[in-house]
Structure formats: structure tokens, C-alpha cells
């Protein structure tokens, strides 16, 4: 079965940089989010997205910045870069009526140097 | 805002032995979901298993079953029959009905001992 696929797996930056992460959710799903996990941390919620629209936003900073396209794929922009934005992020979807059966991908690990 | 609170950072098994991981979370909310996540050392986010809060009835799934008290706020995950591939760190997470974030809790490891 298909799953969420995020790229790229990995992703080195240099401070002050900017790096752009994608997701393509799962077919037919509708909603996509983004979660950040430092190291050793749970996941944080970072923003939601239902048919293009930003449905949900949490502790995204406002050097991050995130859409939803026409064929439901979704990209996190992050901008100048800092140590502290090395983590991995996931991406999540689901079908909007179905919320609640959320599917992760495999997670983009971005470290910062 | 929902808290979720697993107060034990570590927890190890004997192989083929039972383990409980605890949960408690704060909502005001009567509608609501509860999850286990798995994430073994590849990190990738691994449903485990869900609970609708208006169903009294616990969720089961093969070896793993959860023990929810709505009133007392709880749900704690049973690891029957452990084996080595549940070796991982478990997240607990809420979700509001109408919302569409998860809330973790702050994880605990899961050693099992052959």
C-alpha cells in the first residue's frame, strides 16, 4: 500500500540557510501535517493543511512557512536556518471524516551546522 | 490546552513477560481520541493502537491491549508476550475531536531482555 512520502530523507544546511522539505500524502488523503522532533523530544505539532487551506497551526516559527497544492502535496519552507532547527520533521495524512487514522512518513532529518 | 503526561521515561521487559506504560492527560473535552505510537530506532512513527473515548470498550490489537479510565484520565498500553522488535520508544498521544493536532506525551523506552 502507498504510504507518506517525504524528501529528502536527509538535509544538511549551514546556518542562516534555507531549506525546503516536501510531502506527498497518501492517495485520497486530503489533510496533511507537520511535527518537528528535537532530539531526545516528542513530536510538536506545526501546522495542518485541508484542501490548501491551513487548517490547524501550532509552534511553527515565522521563518517557517508552509502550503498545500493542487494535488494535495505539501512543502515546509524554513528560513534562515538556526541550530536549534536541526530535528527530524515529519509529515502526517489522513482523510478528512477519518482524522483520526493519521499515517507518518519516514520523517526528514535536517541537521543545521 | 491537553496535556499528556507518561510518567515513566524507561521501562525493561523480559522477553516473552507482560509490561504496562502508563498514561494520564488533562482535557475538558467529553469527545476525543487516545493513541499509542511506536517509534523504534529508524524513528519512523508507528501506529500502535487507537481509542475512540465514547467507546467504553478497550482496544485491542493482537498483543497489545490499553486499559482506558475515562474518569480517572488514564490509559496505560499492556505489552503481553513481549518480544525483541518491541524494543522502542512509545509516544502518547490525545486528539480532539474536532481537531487536527496530536498532542505527545514525553515518551518512554521500551527495553526488552532476551
Known amino acids: 500500500a502507498a504510504g507518506v512520502i517525504q524528501s529528502p530523507r536527509h538535509l544538511i544546511k549551514e546556518k542562516r540557510e534555507t531549506a525546503t522539505l516536501k510531502c506527498y500524502p497518501i492517495p485520497r488523503h486530503d489533510t496533511v501535517y507537520w511535527y518537528q522532533q528535537g532530539p531526545g523530544q516528542d513530536p510538536q505539532f506545526l501546522i495542518s493543511?485541508?484542501?490548501?487551506?491551513?487548517?490547524d497551526k501550532g509552534s511553527i516559527p515565522d521563518r517557517f512557512s508552509a502550503q498545500q497544492f493542487s494535488d494535495y502535496h505539501s512543502e515546509l519552507n524554513m528560513s534562515s536556518l538556526e541550530l536549534g532547527d536541526s530535528a527530524l520533521y515529519f509529515c502526517a495524512s489522513s482523510r478528512e471524516g477519518e482524522n483520526e487514522k493519521l499515517f507518518f512518513g519516514s520523517g526528514t532529518q535536517l541537521s543545521v551546522l | 490546552a491537553q496535556t499528556v503526561t507518561q510518567s515513566q521515561p524507561e521501562m525493561s521487559v523480559q522477553e516473552a513477560e507482560t509490561v504496562t506504560l502508563s498514561c494520564t492527560y488533562d482535557?475538558?473535552?467529553?469527545?476525543?481520541?487516545l493513541f499509542w505510537y511506536k517509534q523504534p530506532p529508524s524513528r519512523q512513527m508507528i501506529l500502535v493502537i487507537r481509542?475512540?473515548?465514547?467507546?467504553?470498550q478497550n482496544a485491542t490489537e493482537n498483543r497489545f491491549s490499553v486499559n482506558f479510565q475515562k474518569a480517572a484520565k488514564s490509559f496505560s498500553l499492556k505489552i503481553s508476550d513481549s518480544q525483541l522488535g518491541d524494543a522502542a520508544m512509545y509516544f502518547c498521544a490525545y486528539r480532539g475531536f474536532n481537531d487536527y493536532k496530536l498532542s505527545f506525551g514525553a515518551g518512554t523506552t521500551v527495553t526488552v531482555r532476551a
Open positions: 481509542q475512540e473515548a465514547y467507546k467504553q
Open positions: 482535557t475538558s473535552e467529553s469527545d476525543y481520541y
Open positions: 493543511f485541508y484542501e490548501k487551506m491551513q487548517s
